[in-house]
């Protein structure tokens, strides 16, 4: 009987060609052009002027003599659905293609649907673990297209938030690359920290993420009374455990085995692939746009842009940490001088009317409606505005032909352009630091595929 | 407003930007060696590569000297020396087409690949131009005007499938 074996067989062609992604994968060495070689081997200084080393893509390598392996999409260590196909010699890392795309819902079209009023509640979805910066970023735009001027107060509660945010985001970041590493303790204490940002979120907003808290105009609601404390309470606990976490990490033997001296970048290398944030700070370059290109009030408060030398996993580690100490600084600063006035613009064309004039006010009940059904109109014109986001430079540009609705929403995330320094960082290095260089990199999932 | 850098193709049509110091419109031929110039003047960060679809658009303000055309490419150069930004948007033309900027910037591989994926934009020279967001069989580039959104796909017999 040997009917039985050839179905098989033709059922096994099938599935495999079902679950063939084609383009998208990494292909044997000999059905690969060599400029995509390259890139999957991460030479990124091959610009005008350089060529291509033979060697650093080992053209002559036979394809039986290496493995090409999948990691991921629903691997524990790739911090949500990060596909890797790695091409390896042994344990050792000679190609990597990220392949993406698996958490794409098509934001940027729902962008388009979505009146200016409603889009926030979408970029906040993008970047999960900083919703705050997100929607800061469009805000900013929407009110550069309107040339409105948000108070001063919003302006400083704004900072504030994004501060807590960004430091919530790398508490989340300690915990996943601490748990990355071996250490389930880091783990649990990162996000015990970051439960007590959460918790004024919710006290402030109504929410603990995709708050929809920052909008054009300003911001949602004003902080809750004696949010002072509770700030106050926030930053002592978290600047006083950073502490704690160099005693259980910073020092740490086995920490430092997999963390100092592996995967570093150059600053060339950074600057050619884009990457913005605490890896490109790391490779020493001082470039954060809360200084360099300051918006909000970041230029009227005190802090130290946090840089490294060598570019190594430790130096992003050091870099995440320092930050965490460097927004409790700046919040502190928020707490002393926040000024008094409106959390939000006053123009009716933009701010919903109080509740309470809703049923004594013909005008304020029209404004209400406008607001809520249409939404209001925003000069045609075309916009980029950039805010620092704990991964780098968020950038949203912006195109509005003169209606309710963006004509054309883009976000530039900073983890979808980072994710292209992984096949450079994780060449040569083996299968366990691929592990740490994908966690060092931060790419959220949410962002990248949009 | 900036000075364009002494390399630059001549001549250029320059206007201000909201957000960026300048907007620069190059034509399709002068795109790449724009960028070449800018990029040798000291902007050493390509921040954002993108496509716009203006179907149906109800006329956008442009300079005297450029002709609008349905598809732009919106190129965002950073300068971390000067501290300033440069758009450079280029008509892409009816049927998108413009050089990659890949050997100038290699970062802007993914930006490009999310481009043509999206907008449907051929960048020649580019070293892997395939889809990077949607499934490799999918048929058409979301992000253009005229692809139907929430369309339910209803299947008669005999009849052509959706997309």
Redesign the interface.
Known sequence: MSEPTVRAASRADILAAETSEGAQELQYRTATPSGELGREVGAVLRLEGHTLDPRDIDVDRPDDETMIINMGPSHPSTHGVLRLMLELDGEFVLRTKPVIGYLHTGMEKTGEELSYVQGATNVTRMDYLSPIINELGFSMAVETLLGLQVPERATWIRMMMSELNRMASHLVWMATNGMDVGSTSMMIYGFRERELILAFFEKTAGLRMNLNYVRPGGVAADLPDGWQDDVTVICDTIEERTYEYDQLLTGQPIFRQRMVGVAPLMAEEALALGATGPLLRSTGVAWDLRRTMPYLAYDQVDFDVIVGTYGDNFDRYAIRLNEIRESVRIVRQCVERMPAGDYRSQDPKVTPPPRARIGESMEALIHHFKLFTEGFHVPAGEVYSAVESPRGELGCYLVSDGGPKPWRLHVRAPSFVNLQAVPLLMRGGSVSDAITVISTVDPIMGEVDR | MIELPPQAPQPMILAE????DVSCFPTREQYYELV?AFKDDGY?????V?A???LG??G??LPDGVIPTRFEV?T?L?S?SK?S?V?IRVQAGDVPEVASL??????????ER?AFD?MGVIFTGH??L????????WEGH??RKDYG?GRVPVQFKEAPGPR
């Open positions: 930007a909201l957000g960026a070449r050493e960060l390509c921040s954002d993108c716009v679809d203006y658009h109800p956008r303000a919106v965002n950073l971390m501290a930004r758009r890949f050997n100038l910037y290699p970062g802007v591989e993914a930006m999310e999206l070293p892997d395939t889809r990077i967001l949607m499934p490799e069989e979301p992000l959104v």
